[in-house]
Structure formats: C-alpha cells, structure tokens
C-alpha cells in the first residue's frame, strides 16, 4: 500500500502532467530537466507559474496571438521583449485566473499577487529561460534584464504565551466560539487540542502534521517519526504536554472505524479520512480567531515561528532551532525570531553608562537616602 507522502507526490506529477499538456514542449522538458534536484510540489508551482505566463503572452500580447501556445518552439519563445516582461509584472498584480469562478456578487473571482508571489512568479520565468539558454534553444536570456520587485521585510507574526494558552483553551471548551462551531468543537475538541499542542510543542510543518500516522508515534520515548519536505525522515521529540493531549486523543481515534485507505492516519476529520492541510489550516485560523483577533493571519506556519522563538528564548542556541525546524541554512532559522533583535537592542542599553557613577539598583536605594541624610545633618 502507497504511504500518504507516495500518494500526495503521485497527485502531484499528474496534476503537473495535464498542466503542460496545453504549454509548449519546452515547459516539459524543463520540468523534466529539474526532477531530480526538485520535489513534486516545487516542480507543480513551476507549472503553475508557466501557465499563468503562457496565457498571459497568448491572450495579451500581439507577438504570441497568432499561434497555438503548444506548438511554440525556441524561435517562438525568444521574441520575449523586456517590454512584455515589464508589462507582465504589472498584470500579475490583479487579474482574472479563471471566468468561471465567481465572488458573493456572482462576478468574476480576481487574483491578486503581492511583491514576494510576483517575484517568485518571474524567478519561475528566470529559471525556466535560463535552462532554454542553457539548451541553446534560445540565443539569449533577456529575462535577467527586468529587475525583480524589492521584497521590504515584515514583522512575524507569532502568538504570546497568553495568546497560546487562550488558543489551547479554546480547543478545549470552545466557550467563545459561536454557536455553530461550538457544535463541531464538541466533537473535534481532543483533536484539535492534540493538533495545537503538536503544532506548538514541536514547530512542525502542516504538511509534516497531516501526515503523520499512528505507527510514527513512539508514546513511551515521547518520539514520533516526521517526513521533512524532500522525503528525508527524522524522529521529534515532544514535551509531556503535548504526550498528554496526544493519550487523550488516541483514546477517542482507536475507536473510530475509518474509510479504507485511511486506518493508520493519525488526524481523521469528521467524514473519517486523514485531515487534509486546509482543514488544519481552518482549524487554526478559528481558533487563532479568538485567541489573538489582532492577528488575522495566523496559520500554522505562524505557531512554528512561535515554537521557533520560544526554543531560542529558552536555549540560546540558533544550531538547535535549525535541526529542530529542519533548515538546511542557520539564515533561514533566523526569521522565525527576529523579534529578538530588539530584545537584544534593549540589553545593549543597558551596558552603556555615560559616567563613572552607575545608575542605583533597587537593592542600595535605602542605603543611599541614608548616606544623603547623614550628609545633611553634618553641613
């Protein structure tokens, strides 16, 4: 039986497959050219990207209208201009993806991509050009020449301990949710609780949560075995905690009579499948909802970043929180805790005296108020 990691990896290669069935030959080759230093979903946005570019050229622009875009060859794709790049970059920050897809209002659902989408949209265009040049199927790459967006760095969003306590509460009593989620909460509460601590006692990715099953876990060394983006898989360690809510859960999922396919899966959702990573990502965002409600984007990416700066408050040790997370670069590791840049920037103050005499601790104020009054009664 295909594990759930061979099963996602296979739906992904035939989704990436029917996508380059209307893009030119190209795009497949190029695909093909990556599969061996990219995994399934990396090589499915690639195709994504492609065919956004590709509609766009052949809808928008007069140079590549009057040809099918499967039979584009190089010749085709080399009378790109900076001009239809430039144009490009401008498109992608509102347009109309698909026509039959309609808002609340019945009209035409707009997407719309922000710096960092755009900049990884035209990196896809880079990369794919630069693999045609390499092949010298192109005389050259003019896509170097149209600068990237200047991606301006945000704050993280990551959750207080009093926000991390209030979520886990609400999984549990779900006494501020509305009527109608509280009908749900009932059911799920021992789940979603198991999903939050897990989420917030290990830093694990949703991808790496849904996949887990019961056969991965290791109750008695307070281990389970995760799958890391690659296919690489390690063994985690969890808190007592998070052991707690996970025998609470087990109780309740060893008694439920699973679909087939689905009897090792360890996070089953109502209809009885293993969860999928929308419904864990709706699972947070209710929950967040009401735990920080001046947090609108928290997701459980966020609840890594919150494990991420937590483990560095507590050890110091940026190595550790890179194993722990899974990054290959340190560099990486160190966004999930930027905020500690201005804890430390508070710390440096208070190494600096402008003087030889030192500020008072709150330890000599007595002494000092005596020593001013002895003073006193001498003059």
């Not at 029917?18 to 990396?42: K, M, N, V």
């Not at 880079?126 to 003019?142: G, L, T």
């Not at 600068?147 to 779900?174: N, V, Y």
């Not at 859960?249 to 439920?256: A, K, S, T």
């Amino acid at each position: 039986m295909a594990t759930y990691r061979e099963e996602i990896d296979a739906k992904r290669i035939l989704q990436t497959r029917e996508i380059c069935r209307d893009l030119p030959q190209a795009c497949s080759d190029f695909l093909r050219h990556i599969t061996l230093t990219t995994g399934t979903f990396t090589r499915l946005a690639y195709a994504i990207d492609l065919r956004t570019f590709v509609e766009y050229l052949h809808r928008e622009r007069i140079t590549f209208t009057d040809k099918n875009p499967r039979l584009w060859n190089g010749e085709d794709l080399a009378r790109l201009t900076t001009q239809d790049l430039t144009a490009y970059t401008e498109y992608l920050t509102y347009y109309f993806r698909d026509e039959d897809q309609k808002d609340e209002n019945g009209l035409p659902r707009a997407t719309v991509n922000h710096d960092l989408s755009i900049k990884r949209k035209l990196c896809s265009i880079r990369s794919f050009y630069e693999y045609m040049f390499a092949a010298q199927m192109i005389p050259a790459n003019i896509t170097t020449l149209v600068p990237l967006p200047k991606i301006h760095e945000k704050p993280i969003l990551r959750l207080s301990a009093d926000e991390m306590q209030k979520m886990l509460s609400e999984a549990e009593t779900g006494e501020s949710l509305t009527k109608g989620q509280q009908r749900f909460q009932r059911i799920t509460a021992r789940r979603d609780y198991a999903i939050l601590s897990l989420f917030l006692g290990t830093g694990i990715r949703v991808s790496e949560c849904v996949g887990i099953n019961i056969s991965d876990l290791d109750m008695d060394e307070n281990a389970f075995l995760v799958t890391r983006k690659g296919g690489n898989q390690v063994v985690l360690y969890f808190p007592d905690e998070v052991k707690d809510a996970l025998n609470d859960y087990l109780e309740e999922r060893n008694r439920i009579d699973t679909l087939p396919g689905h009897e090792d899966a360890l996070f089953l959702s109502l209809q009885r499948r293993r969860m999928t990573q929308r419904a864990m990502e709706k699972l947070v965002k209710k929950y967040a909802a009401v735990a920080a409600p001046l947090k609108p984007r928290i997701s459980p990416h966020k609840l890594r970043s919150t494990f991420a700066t937590n483990l560095y408050n507590e050890t110091g040790d940026i190595y550790l929180v890179a194993d722990v997370l899974g990054h290959s670069s340190v560099d990486t590791t160190r966004r999930h805790y930027a905020d500690m840049t201005d804890a430390r920037r508070r710390m440096a103050a208070g190494y600096v005296h402008l003087s030889d005499r030192k500020p008072d601790s709150p330890g000599n104020t007595e002494d000092t108020q005596k020593t001013s009054d002895a003073e006193n009664r001498k003059e």
